[in-house]
C-alpha cells in the first residue's frame, strides 16, 4: 500500500511558477515499476474528468519514460528524487488554464503515457493551484 501527500499548490499570477512536492511512502512491490503521475482536476470536474499532465515510470531506483500532456510540455518538468522517496512537479510559465486541484497518484504496472484515473491504485489528497490573470 502506497501513500502519498502533496504540497505546494498555491495562488500565483500568470506566468510565475510553483513546484509542487509528493511524498511517496509504504510498502511498494520491489520487482514491479510503478507509473507515478501527476493529475489536474479542473473547476467543475469530476474525478473521471482528471488529467494526467505528467508522468514518470520508474521502479523507485531507476527512472525511464516520461509524460507530458500536450499542453503542459515545455512548460512543466516532472522529476522523482529517489534517496527521498518524493515526486516533483516544477510548473513554470503558468496559465489560468492550468488552475485546479493537483494529485499525486501511483499505479502498479500501469500504462502511463498516460494512465487512465481508474488504474491508479493510491491517490493524494491534493493540492490546490490558483491562478490569477
Known amino acids: 500500500h502506497v501513500d502519498l501527500l502533496e504540497s505546494g499548490g498555491g495562488s500565483v499570477q500568470a506566468g510565475g511558477s510553483l513546484k509542487l512536492s509528493c511524498e511517496v511512502s509504504?510498502?511498494?512491490?520491489?520487482?514491479?515499476?510503478?507509473?507515478l503521475a501527476w493529475f489536474r482536476q479542473g473547476p467543475g470536474e469530476d474525478r473521471d474528468g482528471r488529467e494526467a499532465?505528467?508522468?514518470?515510470?520508474?521502479?523507485?531506483?531507476?527512472?525511464?519514460?516520461?509524460f507530458y500532456a500536450d499542453t503542459v510540455k515545455g512548460r512543466f518538468s516532472i522529476s522523482h528524487d529517489n534517496a527521498k522517496n518524493t515526486l516533483y512537479l516544477v510548473m513554470n510559465s503558468l496559465k489560468p488554464e492550468d488552475a485546479g486541484m493537483y494529485y499525486c497518484?501511483?499505479?502498479?504496472?500501469?500504462?502511463?503515457?498516460?494512465?487512465?484515473?481508474?488504474?491508479?491504485?493510491?491517490w493524494g489528497k491534493g493540492t490546490q493551484v490558483t491562478i490569477s490573470s
Open positions: 509504504g510498502k511498494y512491490w520491489r520487482d514491479i515499476r510503478y507509473c
Open positions: 499532465v505528467a508522468t514518470i515510470f520508474t521502479d523507485f531506483a531507476n527512472d525511464e519514460r516520461r
Open positions: 497518484a501511483a499505479g502498479a504496472g500501469t500504462r502511463c503515457n498516460p494512465p487512465g484515473v481508474r488504474f491508479m491504485d493510491a
